[in-house]
């Protein structure tokens, strides 16, 4: 593996993730699971409390200069050169039904002089699965798999959109571009509603071509940005600005990026 100058930072990552792991394993089908709805409708429950809170004090306590965004408990970021993005369950609905496709996604942003933000680090950890993926920048990306050794990982290089694989989540929030989601499924070889995290780690693999959301946040996307470029692939919205930052996501294996941007356009 390389010597990237982040690989300190890779590796404070990967021990947040295991704490992490601790908590949501011991409250993964646990039958007192607490769960709320919060005011923008979706779920939350004790374990992404608890899992963010953790997180948030073990930065605190190893990296009180930098900064933290987190999903469940808002941001200390404005005045940071560097700053952590938390997403302590990504899939809650899955973790509440005891649907092992679920992860902790912790990423690292880091501001360069000209005030430009780019991720660096970024760890997926699934421990339902048995799975997590990292990568910071320079270093290449990498999967885990019951704790064996790291296997390097790359996309794949499928060249037309007729023999790509596409995997998404859902139907909603295209809105008007629901038209053009479905015709460019229609013209994809196969199409799977993987969801959420799992989608872009299987384009970083390779064993998908394509993966796309219509919504997301920011500490839905820092950690697979990093994972997917390092793999050799590409991050953006789908509207095809790169990076983590424009309220959509799309991952692809970089040779279909173009396409797919003009087809959902």
Same mark, same amino acid.
């Given at each position: 593996m390389s010597t990237s100058a982040y690989l300190d930072d890779l590796a404070f990552a990967h021990r947040l993730a295991d704490i992490?792991?601790?908590?949501?394993l011991d409250r993964y089908q646990a039958q007192d699971l607490a769960i709320s709805t919060k005011p923008d409708n979706t779920p939350v429950t004790d374990a992404d409390r608890s899992t963010e809170q953790a997180?948030?004090?073990?930065?605190?306590?190893?990296r009180a200069q930098d900064g933290i965004?987190?999903?469940e408990f808002g941001n200390s970021k404005e005045s940071a050169q560097r700053y952590?993005?938390?997403d302590p369950i990504d899939g809650t609905k899955n973790f509440m039904r005891g649907v092992p496709t679920w992860a902790t996604l912790i990423g690292l942003v880091e501001r360069? %002089?000209?005030e430009k933000e780019s991720v660096v680090v970024g760890v997926v950890s699934a421990p339902a699965l048995s799975r997590r993926w990292f990568a910071s920048k320079g270093s290449g990306a990498y999967v885990t798999f019951a704790n064996s050794a790291p296997k390097k990982i790359s996309v794949s290089k499928v060249n037309s959109i007729s023999?790509?694989?596409?995997?998404y989540s859902d139907f909603m929030g295209w809105n008007e571009k629901l038209s053009s989601f479905r015709k460019l499924l229609d013209n994809a070889w196969r199409t799977r509603g993987y969801g959420d995290f799992w989608s872009h780690m299987l384009v970083a693999?390779?064993?998908v071509d394509v993966a796309i959301e219509p919504s997301l946040a920011l500490w839905d996307m820092a950690a697979l940005d990093v994972i997917v470029r390092e793999a050799g692939g590409e991050f953006s919205g789908t509207n095809g600005? %790169?990076?983590p930052f424009q309220k959509s996501g799309l991952s692809t294996n970089g040779i279909l990026h173009t396409k797919i941007v003009e087809a959902l356009s």
């Open positions: 992490a792991d601790a908590i949501t997180i948030t004090a073990a930065i605190a306590k190893e965004v987190g999903e952590w993005v938390i360069s %002089s000209d023999n790509s694989s596409i995997a693999e390779g064993a600005i %790169s990076g």
